[in-house]
């Protein structure tokens, strides 16, 4: 086959569009970054309103959706027939960067037909924009912790089959409850363990340095006995867990967060090089890797 003819069957053929770029932390730039890795990795039961912007969104979009950590039968949206929208956070993502793939179910369920749900998120490309481009940033983002799942239904929807399913996925909800002390931190009981999570907004090295140096110091206990575990990695940030007594409350340890936040600040502006017990601390962190179960 010529140069030309090979030319001619390519330009006849599909062009090929370059799968989504990986990023690192995919929430970065909208507002209240940890709440919405908190919603995407760490709360079983949440809701909260998204604006949208107008100019970006397909015709026909409402002014704003429910962004819904899941939905019933793992979908990962809904167009319900009142024309509201619902979008499942935890959804999965399977493009590398997670607010492409729910901008891309975000999309979908605005232009299905009301009455039908999204099942699964439809493949993210390069050319798929963001939730950074179809939601309005000036709007504020605020998290709704809920008990259960029974924001997936209004009065009366539900026949007894149906309510008798609603039931036993409310059972398997891990109580959570989000805590004033510092923001974007969670208490939470999982079994008969009981622990409290904060997803740290800064950069996971800083954030990592800081804690190794309030460890070195003896200053990483959330109060008298509840020493820091570890910490985990999530939607590009650090999360701290300390266990608490198991019987214990999020209000028991509301000053204790205050004033770990404030011992976090302070190490976190702290500019001089790692002593060796620093430096010490900060490989036992970033060498184990904490896992709930």
């Known amino acids: ?126 050319a798929t924009p963001r939730l950074q481009d179809l939601l309005d940033l000036d709007a504020p983002f605020e998290l709704k912790v809920h008990e259960g799942f029974d924001f997936w239904v209004g009065e009366d929807e539900l026949d007894a089959e149906g309510r008798a399913s609603l039931d036993r996925a409310n059972e398997t909800v891990v109580p959570t409850q989000a805590m004033t002390g510092a923001p974007s931190a969670y208490w939470c009981k999982i079994g008969e363990r009981t622990y409290i999570r904060w997803i740290l907004g800064d950069d996971e090295d800083a954030a990592t340095t800081a804690l190794a140096r309030l460890a070195a110091a003896g200053e990483s206990e959330l109060g008298e006995g509840n020493k820091l575990l570890g910490a ?26 205050a004033a770990m936040q404030e011992r976090y600040q302070a190490a976190l502006a702290r500019e001089e090089s790692l002593t060796p017990d620093e430096r010490r601390a900060r490989a036992g962190l970033t060498s184990r890797q904490v896992t709930l179960r």
């Open 232 to 257: 985990f990695r999530a939607g590009g940030l650090l999360v701290p867990v300390w266990e608490v007594p198991a019987d214990s409350q999020a209000a028991d340890h509301e000053d204790a967060l």
């Open 1 to 126: 086959m010529g140069k030309a003819s090979r030319r001619k069957k390519s330009e006849g053929g599909k062009v090929k569009v370059a799968p989504a770029p990986y990023v690192a932390r995919p929430f970065e730039g909208l507002p209240a970054e940890t709440d919405w890795v908190a919603a995407h990795e760490i709360i079983p039961a949440a809701t909260a309103t998204l604006t949208l912007k107008g100019d970006a969104v397909p015709e026909g979009a409402p002014e704003t959706v429910t962004l819904a950590t899941v939905l019933p039968m793992a979908w990962a949206a809904l167009h319900r027939a009142d024309g509201a929208i619902l979008l499942a956070s935890q959804s999965g993502s399977s493009s590398g960067d997670a607010s492409r793939d729910l901008a891309a179910s975000l999309v979908a369920a605005i232009e299905a037909e009301p009455g039908n749900p999204v099942p699964s998120a439809p493949r993210a490309t390069a």
